[in-house]
């Protein structure tokens, strides 16, 4: 396969510009041609600055887990392509789970004296685990009142003390001893954070950052980034010129990964491993932290280089396989990007609707884990996931006075815009008229409501993805409006 290069590409781009000014009856002269094309800009610059956006912005956003002490590099950048590929494709689940971090966090800051947001984030991430020796045992979680736990859940509670009538508030809370002069770990399990909560209090908050892979100055690059493509978008709506609807999807991710960017600002990014607490250590002292001298750089690099490793063994076990093997790998490969609607729909269900903790491993905290006495009310949950969803839909509805190549095309970006922004407040509504009756909930109205929630969550997973896939092919036949730049937009420093 012969890759064209950037050169090539963007000659191409603009020969293409040029050639629609002609056809859309701008005068076509070589002078009038030679005097605006500083003044114009390419389908390859249209097409970056909506990339750097979403994919960029998109990485510096996704802020997973601390992985487990076992996991492989590879699998560690799995789970960030897959976190990475949610936002790009249902952002208002990637909120809706900082949203929820975001007001646990909160909360464990203000009950735990001595603890910032720092703090409070880097614990339920999973960036605390007690070891025996050198084998990590558990990650330490909040612990709430009561043990009604699934299996797994039960091997981390294990060993959990009933609770007397004054430690019952703590284990509820796990606030109500920890502003008292005597922080006895026979109070708490020693998987939870009650246990240590003075050993993660003698951590300053700086060496928290230090363990985070990224900044606050690629934050604010992508901030800039998004912030100058933003103001771009409505300088050109406010002098008239034409966007491409390519451009007004990307507003709609941009305004997703504020949202991401405000709830997560202070949760440390790319932590490669927890902080270690010895199994029986008293709640006083210091942690003693693991050596990081190497820097974000050269810890970059060496996780890069184990990616390289890992991938090379794949290629080599893959040349090895039968032909037989490959096509079952290659089926394989195939049945799971089909099953991907299917899990992100559940994923999605069992975030909103659902009340288990979703606990994987013990030794690490999986992503989507929920800390539900630390979380908001059932109502503002809903809230947050379903507003954000309407905003979603709302945004793509300031393309409706685009031009678009073909009338089909246009009605089908009206009814796919307008679905997405009214479906949420239909699946929201649902959700309160089934809180309120509950003693009707076998009643024929109900299952018939229930059956109307079900085909407009499955077209709203259909008209979620037009509008994904529309503004690609809307790519092929611009308007020459387009192509019109603003110079002093460019003296913004962007990507």
């Known amino acids: 396969m012969i890759i064209p290069s950037i050169t090539h590409l963007r000659a191409f781009m603009v020969r293409s510009a040029t050639a629609d000014v002609e056809v ?21 610059q249209i097409v970056w600055s909506c990339l750097s956006v979403l994919i960029a912005c998109t990485w510096v956003s996704v802020h997973p887990n601390v992985p487990g002490p076992n996991e492989s590099s590879w699998k560690v950048l799995r789970r960030k392509i897959g976190l990475m590929v949610i936002a790009l494709i249902a952002p208002e689940i990637l909120v809706l789970w900082a949203a929820r971090q ?64 004054e430690t019952k508030h703590a284990s509820a809370t796990g606030y109500a001893a920890v502003d008292r002069d005597d922080h006895s770990d026979r109070k708490f399990h020693d998987h ?51 966007v491409t609807e390519l451009e007004v999807m990307t507003l709609a991710f941009a305004a997703m990964n504020v949202l991401i960017y405000f709830f997560w600002w202070d949760k440390p990014q790319g932590v490669g491993c927890p902080v270690c607490i010895q199994q029986g ?36 076990r893959f040349w090895k396989q039968s032909h037989e093997d490959i096509l079952l790998d290659t089926f394989s490969f195939l049945g799971l990007i089909i099953k991907v609607p299917y899990h992100l729909a559940d994923i999605t269900v069992e975030l909103i609707m659902g009340d288990n903790p979703n606990i994987g491993e013990p030794t690490a905290v999986s992503s989507f884990e929920r800390t539900l006495q630390l979380e908001p009310a059932n109502v503002m949950d809903k809230f947050i996931a379903y507003g954000a969803a309407v ?52 009643s024929w109205r109900i299952r018939f409501l229930a059956v109307l929630y079900m085909i407009a969550v499955f077209f709203y997973i259909l008209a979620r993805l037009s509008l994904i896939v529309q503004p690609f092919v809307a790519l092929r036949s611009l308007p020459p409006g387009v192509f019109e730049d603003i110079q002093w937009i460019n003296a913004i420093p962007h990507i």
């Open 281 to 316: 250590s008293t709640n006083t002292g210091k942690i003693a932290l693991t050596e990081q001298n190497e820097g974000w750089i050269a810890s970059e690099w060496r996780w890069l280089q184990n990616i390289f490793r890992n991938a090379l063994d794949a290629v080599s």
């Open 24 to 44: 859309g009856g701008t005068p076509s002269s070589t002078s009038n041609l030679c005097n605006d094309i500083n003044n114009r800009r390419t389908l390859f």
């Open 102 to 165: 975001w007001f646990a966090a909160r909360k464990l800051s203000k009950g735990y004296k001595g603890w910032t947001k720092s703090h409070a984030f880097f614990a339920l991430m999973g960036g605390f685990a007690v070891y025996r020796g050198e084998d990590c045992i558990a990650a330490l979680r909040f612990i709430p009142q009561g043990c009604r736990y699934t299996p797994m859940e039960k091997t981390i509670l294990e060993n959990f003390p009933n609770p007397d009538t």
């Open 391 to 442: 905003m979603f839909g709302a945004i793509h509805c300031a393309a409706w006075t685009s031009r678009f190549p073909t009338t089909a095309e246009e009605i089908l970006w009206k009814v796919c815009s307008l679905l997405v922004t009214c479906a949420p407040i239909y699946l929201g509504l649902f959700d309160v008229i089934t809180d309120m009756v509950v003693d009707l909930q076998n």
């Open 192 to 242: 939870s954070f009650a246990a240590h909560v003075d050993l993660i209090r003698s951590m300053k908050e700086y060496e928290i950052k230090d363990r985070s892979h990224s900044d606050g100055f690629s934050k604010l690059i992508a901030v800039m980034q998004t912030t100058w493509f933003v103001v771009q978008l409505f300088t050109r709506w406010a002098e008239g010129l034409a």
